[in-house]
């Protein structure tokens, strides 16, 4: 008997999370059934007391410092610092590597064996020794994955296990690559629309507080000795100016607590879904929130569908692995449509998130039985499309926040020189 901590969704569509004892992965799907649980995803549970040690590793100064000192295969002591957590390239690497070497007739065993071999990054060499090991215990590749979410996601071990079931593992990982590749393109456009912009505001706050804790208190000070009357708008920066320079310790903290009290709320389910729902509607932002969420939900499906995964599961995952809360049981509606025995397209249409042309197209798939190859198409034109509106968000967003900025500036700059227009008026 193995334990295994496992997610699924309830009849009301509630994320559960838990632990059961379970023979193997069927038995546990078994067991969730019964509970009248729709299972997600599940890992092994792991013990604590799994080692750092990689085959062929030896401990230097014991194996509490593993983690950091130990001799390699060679004899040759390595000192492992800042060796972070595999990237989305090691995981492509891996994948095509993985393909190629059983498209050639390696064993699966001895592909594992020759894969973590050459693997530079140790944290995935030992997650790749582990693989081995799993199997030579006699577990599922699929299985051996599930253990390891943070690297191999549900939607990567649900494809190896549609391959499994196939006989067609090799031509399985070639599609996750593509999978992979165009997710990194996604979120690499993602990270490009947000940086910009970030780095904006933060040197614009910068620029903000040196004026009101540096320049105006200097030049407040020739007012005070002129014992003129102020305008309201130089009394009200001054007011301002006064405020961050003798309680900025608590601005801060009012920040900190602020931003402490958004992400808790963010993190409860409610305040996830309202975030996530306002997020879509956002002008400009949304539109792109938008397409990268079609592009990657078609790219999801399609990978699924092609690699033999049914059309329920697959939307279950696509759930799942949507990152959106909002979108997620969006997902889960059209999936309880089909159950009930309506198309794949119909639902698309509310919403507001799927435009009619990618409806149509999923009709056309629908009805010439080719919907994995039409989700295909559709993905690779959204990833143009993604790349464009992001392009055009940027190209919006740029004067904007100049336009923005500046005026702030120029206001507080105003302010600091009406004072002057009036005392060169009165002489």
Request: some cysteine.
């Amino acid at each position: 008997m193995a334990k295994y901590n496992f997610k699924a969704l309830n009849a009301a569509g509630k994320k559960i999370e838990g632990s059961l004892e379970a023979k193997d992965r069927e038995a546990l799907k078994n067991k969730i059934r019964g509970m009248k649980l729709h299972l997600i995803s599940a890992q092994m549970a792991i013990d604590a007391k799994d080692s750092d040690i990689s085959e062929g590793e030896t401990p230097v100064f014991g194996t509490s410092l593993m983690r950091w000192i130990y001799r390699d295969s060679n004899g040759n002591v390595q000192l492992s610092i800042g060796n972070g957590s595999p990237t989305n390239k090691d995981l492509i690497v891996f994948t095509k590597q993985f393909a190629t070497m059983l498209q050639s007739g390696v064993t699966l065993n001895n592909s594992l064996k020759l894969l973590a071999g050459q693997q530079q990054n140790r944290e995935f060499k030992k997650t790749i020794y582990g693989l081995r090991s799993a199997i030579e215990g006699g577990s599922k590749l699929s299985d051996a994955m599930a253990n390891y979410p943070d690297l191999f996601d549900v939607l990567y071990s649900s494809m190896i296990r549609a391959g499994e079931a196939s006989g067609g593992l090799d031509r399985i990982l070639i599609q996750l690559c593509g999978y992979i590749e165009r997710s990194a393109k996604i979120k690499t456009q993602i990270k490009k629309a947000m940086t910009y912009p970030t780095m904006v505001l933060v040197v614009a706050f910068g620029v903000i507080t040196g004026l009101l804790t540096f320049v105006v208190p200097a030049m407040a000070a020739n007012f005070k000795d002129s014992g003129q009357e102020l305008p309201a708008l130089t009394a009200a920066v001054l007011e301002l100016s006064d405020l961050v320079i003798n309680n900025w310790v608590t601005l801060v903290l009012f920040v900190v607590a602020l931003g402490i009290g958004f992400k808790v709320w963010k993190n409860t389910e409610k305040g996830k879904f309202q975030f996530d729902a306002l997020s879509l509607k956002v002008p400009v932002i949304g539109n792109v929130i938008k397409k990268i969420a079609v592009g990657r939900f078609c790219n999801t499906m399609a990978s699924m569908l092609g690699s033999g995964v049914n059309l329920l599961e697959a939307l279950t995952i696509c759930a799942a692995s949507s990152g959106n809360l909002s979108l997620e049981v969006f997902i889960l509606g059209i999936r309880e449509s089909i159950e009930k025995g309506g198309k794949f397209s119909e639902p698309l249409r509310k919403g507001g998130i799927f435009p009619e042309m990618v409806v149509s197209m999923i009709m056309v798939g629908e009805e010439t039985g080719k919907i994995d190859d039409m989700l295909s198409k559709i993905a690779v034109f959204y990833e143009e499309e993604v790349e464009l509106a992001v392009g055009s968000m940027l190209s919006l967003i740029e004067p904007i926040l100049l336009v923005g900025i500046g005026g702030v500036v120029a206001v507080i700059l105003l302010a600091m020189y009406l004072p002057m227009f009036a005392m060169a008026g009165n002489a």
